[in-house]
């Protein structure tokens, strides 16, 4: 591989349709984050604490960053690696800040292996929910769901196949189509959810615990999750967005794209509460249940509602199976991108054979159900922890926070003007000044708080000692 500023751009793809960045990029970004992970963190914050939180944390931190990916995947016309190679030399900087492209490869790898088990369970869902009877006992129904590594592993294989297959058949007979028949898809399930908790869920209550501000429940590990949770939601720090880019044509608006993605995905997350916790007030279960909100709770409500659950439910599930779906390409699309690029592989092989690691990996993330129950990896982590550890936790801040420094102090303005040409000035100004000195430090908060969770009050101990010494 040999990029330099005077290659030539060739064969450079480009999404057909005028719309496809958006509907791909919102597909990649609305997910099981969205649905699962957004009202669960919701519940576990207090409510519209949280919520408010986290709109913050979208706006000043997400939102100049998927700007910044964007802009630099669309400058360079390349995978992720090779974009950060051809953005820095051409910047007149090191070529090692491609290295930023490779941790967004192996994170999106690592991400999808536990994803699709996830999502693979979602998949199954949908058959629980059809059969479903008031009978059901939810949290035994979870237990031998997930007691059962043959089951998990079926489905998970269901999901990278399909997966692969997308992606193997290419960006725009792949990914431009699928997205174009998932994502209204997607929206309309969304909009049945919300209807059926309006007719049979304390609507009302729904809309107080999500919009009426409770300051009282906030504490710094509400940032913290939310920070985490925008990040997360917004693909950002992993690549995604920034091969997504790559294929956007110049003529597009890179300021109003990103807005009308983080719009999108804040709309979706905000619809999922007003899906999900008016049926939980409704049915009296608890919001702040956790992880098993959806899986759990959620079952038991569809069961407990007879036929007309039993029809809602697997609506329910297969939103959220489309939801991974649509997000699951995207982490398998920059690895992919860069094989066949730099020409290594067909797409197709390279497709096959990373889908082949990561269901490997992703076997690891089965038996963290079973029966590796026990086992610990990093820390006192099972598997799959570790491996969303690793990844939610450690490469993604990372990634994102050298994507904004890069972007904000050693990406050459002019270069970044021009990807914004089609914005007002004063939207360039404000985005430099974000990416400058907002995104970076703040993100950079969230991740040595993450790393040394103890970090608040040892500091506050230095502090105080060091004022003693003084006095
Ligand atoms: N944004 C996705 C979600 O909300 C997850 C994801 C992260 C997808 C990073 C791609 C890259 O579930």
Redesign the pocket.
Known sequence: MNISSSEKITESVTWLGKWTFVLAAAG???????IW?FTYRVGEGGGSAFVLIYLGCILVVGLPIMMAEIMIGRYAQHSPVSAMKKAALDSGKTGYWQAVGWTGLVS?IL?LSF?SVLAGMCIKYIGIAAMATPAIVSDVQFDQVTGAPLTLFFWHSIFIGLTVAIIASGVIGGIERMVRLLMPMLFILMVVMVVNAMIYGDFKAGLNYLFTPDFSKVNSSTFLSAMGQAF???????G?IMCYGSYMRKSENIFKTSLTVAGL?TLIAILAGLAIFPMIFAYNMNPAEGPGLVFISLLSIFSEMGLVGNFIGPAFFTLLSI??LS??I??LEPSVAYFEENKIVSRLTAAVILGLIIWVIGIGSVFSFNIWEKMEFIGKRTFMDSIIFLTFDIL?PLGGMLVAIFAGWFFKPKLAMDELSAAHVNIFTTWRFFIKFVSPVLVAAVFMSQLFPDLPDQSKDFFITLIGLFR
């Open positions: 990649s970004a609305v997910g099981l984050g969205n992970g999106g991400i994803y997360f939601s917004l693909s950002l720090g992993m995604s995905d939801a991974a997000s699951a995207s982490l993604m």
